[in-house]
Structure formats: structure tokens, C-alpha cells
């Protein structure tokens, strides 16, 4: 089963989550086989994609098994080593993005510093290894400071706000170089979705306003409500970026919207939850998209496919089973849009996501957030 | 590797081809678990659905095993015989579209005498067993008369018109009886799409028009230019069939545009040709229409996403690798939506489709029929 095509590209994806799954309805349809490398056969992806892999990608030779049937090697999430990408590149894999790209989206100070070369505004920053050096950038640009950590953070993980020295005890005892970022004023959240292909086409989607709670990513709405000023300074940023960073793919670049302008956040180098909504809502889905880059094909269309469209996740909540509210949500609904993940549901967890199209933006986002909240038990009906 | 997931039902599809592979997206989608009944491993959907079976519709035994992981049993072709359907039901299996409605997809006899009894406009039939009730079927109706097989045919096989009863010679030295029906003239050739649930509950999607060469479906025009009179007549034949037969899933009914309304051509009793469209020109496609409806759950919007869609096949040509084609194709028109079934080229086969969006019916259609064409290798660019 899943055996390859006669004439058509096989894509590796390592990570089974459900960035990976999502991408397996786009390899469908342009008839490309799909590969993904999960570390349990339970994993989102590895449930709708034939011939999965089980393996873990901080074992080299498991990538290299999985590589060796692969045309082209690409990624569900960022935590690879990049040492092992650089192997594999020697031993004529192709893997997209690279890892002198992919670098960046695992090492938050390699991130900022390449930014601040490449002239991309971002908050004011340092790199603190002592309560000496904090409580000097504290002094410069006010507190509270946000501290992170420079790796393995995700989803609010890794990210806290300290009003002083003291609370920052712990991280600083480690031992390790810490990321002190100004705090922001914004008046939203904003995501910039680009891909962008070895030759060097690239295509930028609408930028979208993501909402967040408790550091995670709960709504977001396309196009956001912007100034449309902030929204090409936005859009032209994440291009400066692909481009500077030599990205293949597609990259989420996350920023903050302040009266000063637009300040880059975070990056993702890979299909992100900000893109979810392009599946629908979008000509061309970000899953298609990232395909379409990391095999150099000619990108698609990124024009929306209404005025507006909404998506909100599907976290876990009370109901351990959502497939019985289907009844109810599709039946008030028919013009929603659900995705399940295959995932066991726990308190927080993403396991799904909802999208709905329409020319109202206010009526659009009401009724993603009723069918999340619905599925996930926190109301009646 | 593709096992259930808890709480979510598992549907089981009875062939491998094209139309299983495009549930496949669906049913990622929506969380469900799809499985496949193939008879080879490389089969178009057995590449993309994990742990696909391979055994043989005609053989009760590999039914019987199928069908015993799945909640419900559907079909990607109406080949199957309905008395093991029975012997299925009988047996406790959950079988959408049920064998009672399914025959009238496999006889068009049965399915002649039962439209009729429902007042469903059809061209004048008759059902022929010697050279002397065809001749008199030809002077009611006048020469030339359509000759059909009763079972088996698909994509203008099982089809003749024949000029006069010395021309069917030969089907009618079969002894077997044959439908005959008058040669109508039409404007345009109609599709109507209709999905209907256990429930009752029935959407139709906007009326199609066909446009077939030899026997087989080159394009699909979506919404049909077609008088609005015709349309809703159109669509409400199809729902009395939908009804009468007590269909369940998604039913293709084939129609002729003639001056004096619609006629009834053919039925087809699940997701079809003239609904490749849906996927991305209405808010839910056929394929996932059809999961819905088969589950009992509320059906989706079937509004259309543009204005004008248009669909060709891509059927086998001169090149025996499609792939490369990509390239120009999507580079000529970063719109267009290539689709290939992962199936070998051979002359004539349909081996994938292209769909285009836009707001001018002659430009989408052109734009679709120049990706079809170039892929196929019939021009240069």
C-alpha cells in the first residue's frame, strides 16, 4: 500500500502531526506521494497516511532510512537537528527549508540578530546570560521584560513576562543565554503567511489577525482588520524575510501591530495554525502551497475565497467525544467547515479547528467560535 | 498504521477508484476513518487510504470481512451484486445506498419502468427482445433509436444507435432483452447532483452542463447556461428521484436539455464526473456530501465559490508522464487546480482533472480546457 507514482515525486514529511496530515489531502489531489516519519503510529498523520514511518528525528539513521525513499525532505515541526540536516545534505538529500534556514525558527536569538541585520523591525532585544545583563536591558526599555528561551518553546511555552531580576531566578541559574525582548504595546496580534520556492518565487497570503489566550493560538480572522499601510509593511517584512533567510516553504511570520507600526514576533518555517483558514478560504491552501515550494513547482493563487473567513481551534474541554456534536453544528450550520485531527482529546489540547466563510466579518467570527465552543462542551446549543 | 479513532465512525468504501481516492479528503477532514475494498493494491485510492483491502466486490466472503470493520458500507462503483448487499443487511451491515435504490443505478430497465411510475420526464423507451419489438419501436418513435445494454455499460460502452433493426443484429442474437429508447434532440447535455440523507434530508447543487465526446465526459460547466425554468425542473426531478428511490448518499442524474424541458438520461448512485467540480467550486464537495449523507449527519451548503467553474478531464494522451507538465501549467495560470488519480496513461483513460474559477464563463472554460489539453500533451504551451 501507498506505493509511489511512476513519474511523480515522493515528499517526506518528518513530524506526524496534524501540520502533516493536513498536508495528505493536497499531495491527493496533485497525485504526489506523501511519506511522514512519526514517532507513533497513533500520531495525527500517521493515521490517514499510507506506509508512515515510526521513528524519531533526533535519530540520524532513521532519518536517513526515511530520506532514502524521498525525494524531497520537509517538516511537521522544527525541532530536527540541524546537524543532522546538514549530513543528510551532504549525503545528497534534498531537504526544504534548509537548515541554515530552518536555524532560525529554532533559535530565538539567531532569529532576532539575523532580523536586525536584514533591517526587519522587530521589539528591542538582548541576549542576557546574568541578572546583571537583564536588569541593564530592564533598565533600558522598561519593565516588564518578556524572557525566552531561546529554544523549544512553543504555544506560550518557554515565554514568560518578569517585572524584575528576582523573577527571573530560576531561568537565569541555569546557566544559559536567555532572549530579553521589550514589551510591546499592540494594538492586535498579526500573522503573514508566505511560501516561497527554491527558485525564489514567492507569494505572500492577506495578513490575519490571530487572537491568543494563555499564549495560544485560539481564533484567526482574514483578512485582519488593519491599516492597510501596516498591512504591506507587514506583508513586505515576511517577503524580506523569506528571502534573507533563503526560505523553502512555508513560513508564518508573527507579528505585533503597534501605532509605530508592524514588529516581527515569532517564526514558524513550516504550514502553521495562522494558515489553516487557507484551506478553505484561500485559492490555494497553505498545505498545497508548502508542497508546491519544496518541489519548485509554480506557487498558486493566494486570493481569498470570500471577504471573510474565520477560524477558530478546537481545543480539549469537557467532552472526550466530539464527533456526537456534529449533529448540532452542522445541522446550524451547513456553511461550517470542521477538521479533526485524530487526536485524543485533553484539557487544552488542539485537536481540531473550525472555518467559516461569509461577508460579514463580525457574523463569520461568531458563528467559528459557536461550533468550537460547541464541540468542545462549553455550551448547549 | 490507520487504525479508527475513538468515537468517530469508520466508512467503508467498496472500490478503489478515482471517486474512493477523493473521499479521502473528506474524510481527513472530518476526523472519520475511510477504508477501501480495491482489487489491486495499486489501485487509485488503495496509494493514499492506509490499510486498503484488496479482494473482490463479486465475492461475498471479502464483503463480509470488509464490511465487519465498518460502521457503514458505500460504494465508488455500482458494480456490486445487491443479493450479497442483502445477505449484508441481513446480517446486521449498515449499506448506503441500499440495494433497493442501487438497482436502479445497475438496470436501466428497472430504473426506465420506476422513473415513469414517478411522473419523471424520460425520453420514450421501450423494453426490446426481438427484431419485431424494435421495429416496432422504431416506427412509434422514428429512426435512428438508442440501443442499450440493460447492465454493465459506463462512459458510452453498452451504448449504440443503431439505424434499423438489421444494425442490432447481433445484440439481438444475444437473446437477451435490450432498452430502447428514442434518439432525443438537445440543446445541451445536463447533469443535477443530489445528495439525501436516511433522514430525508436532500441539497441539490446547481445544474451542470455535460459536454461529452464519444460516450465519455470531457467537461462540466458549472452553473449550466440553461433557461432558469429548465434548471428548477432539472433539479426537482432529480430530488423526486432522490425521494422515490430513497436514495441515500450523494446521485448524479444525466438529463437532456430539449425545447420542450428536461429529459432523464441516466442515474448515478454515488459521486460522479459532473461533480469533480464541487471540490473546490462549491462550499462542500460532493466527496464529502456524500460521507455526510451516508452518516446520517446534516448536510453542507452547496453554494457555488465564483461565479463560473468549469472542470475537463485529463484523459491519456500522447505523453506518458504527466507530471512534468506541472510546471507550465502552473506557472501559465497560478488558478488552475490539477488533479491526477495516481493511475497509469493510456489512451483515453481518464487519468486526473483540472478545475478553473473565475467571473467569465468563456475564460474559465478555456483556461480549464488549456491545462487539460497541455497535460495530456496535445499542445505546446
Avoid at 490517514?48 to 535519530?59: K, M, R
Avoid at 492586535?188 to 527554491?198: D, G, K, T
Avoid at 517564526?267 to 487557507?278: F, I
Avoid at 474565520?310 to 472526550?320: C, Q, T, Y
Wanted: proline share 6%.
Amino acid at each position: 500500500m501507498g506505493e509511489a507514482v511512476d513519474g511523480f515525486p515522493v515528499v517526506g514529511v518528518v513530524g506526524g502531526g496534524q501540520l502533516a496530515r493536513m498536508m495528505a489531502p493536497a499531495a491527493i489531489g496533485l497525485g504526489i506521494t506523501l511519506r511522514v516519519l512519526a514517532r507513533d503510529a497513533r500520531d495525527s498523520a500517521a493515521l490517514v497516511v499510507p506506509g508512515t514511518a515510526v521513528g524519531d528525528e533526533d535519530d540520524l539513521d532513521a532519518l536517513r532510512r526515511f530520506a532514502a525513499g524521498c525525494d524531497v525532505l520537509t517538516f511537521d515541526h522544527e525541532h530536527v537537528p540541524t546537524a543532522h540536516l546538514r549530513t543528510l545534505q551532504e549525503e545528497g538529500v534534498v531537504v526544504r527549508p534548509g537548515p541554515d534556514a530552518l536555524e532560525h525558527a529554532q533559535d530565538k536569538v539567531v532569529m532576532r540578530r539575523r532580523l536586525t541585520d536584514l533591517g526587519v523591525p522587530c521589539p528591542r532585544w538582548a541576549e542576557v546570560s546574568s541578572a546583571a545583563e537583564l536588569a541593564g536591558f530592564g533598565a533600558e526599555v522598561g519593565w516588564p521584560v518578556v524572557l525566552k528561551t531561546p529554544r523549544g518553546g512553543y504555544d506560550g511555552k518557554g515565554v514568560r513576562v518578569v517585572d524584575d531580576v528576582a523573577d527571573a531566578d530560576d531561568w537565569l541559574a541555569r546557566g544559559e543565554p536567555l532572549l530579553a525582548e521589550e514589551r510591546v504595546g499592540f494594538a492586535r496580534e498579526l500573522a503573514v503567511l508566505v511560501a516561497r520556492s527554491p527558485h525564489g518565487q514567492a507569494a505572500v497570503w492577506p495578513v490575519v489577525e490571530t487572537v491568543q489566550a494563555d499564549g495560544v493560538c485560539r481564533e484567526v480572522l482574514a483578512p485582519a482588520p488593519v491599516r492597510e499601510d501596516h498591512a504591506l509593511a507587514a506583508q513586505q517584512a515576511a517577503l524580506r524575510i523569506a528571502d534573507g533567510l533563503d526560505v523553502t516553504g512555508v513560513m508564518a511570520v508573527e507579528m505585533f501591530d503597534t501605532a509605530a507600526g508592524v514588529l516581527v514576533n515569532e517564526l514558524a518555517m513550516r504550514p502553521h495554525n495562522s494558515g489553516h483558514w487557507t484551506i478553505e478560504g484561500s485559492r490555494t491552501s497553505q498545505f498545497e502551497q508548502h508542497l508546491r515550494a519544496v518541489l519548485d513547482l509554480p506557487l498558486g493563487d493566494t486570493r481569498t475565497t470570500a471577504p471573510n473567513v474565520a477560524m477558530s481551534n478546537v481545543l480539549g474541554g469537557d467532552l472526550a467525544q466530539m464527533y456526537p456534536g456534529y449533529l448540532h453544528c452542522l445541522a446550524h450550520d451547513p456553511g461550517v467547515r470542521i477538521h479533526m485531527y485524530g487526536k485524543e482529546v485533553r484539557p487544552g489540547r488542539k485537536v481540531g479547528h473550525v472555518t467559516t466563510l461569509g461577508d460579514d466579518a463580525g457574523e463569520v467570527r461568531a458563528r467559528a467560535q459557536h461550533a468550537a465552543a460547541f464541540l468542545r462542551g462549553d455550551i448547549d446549543g
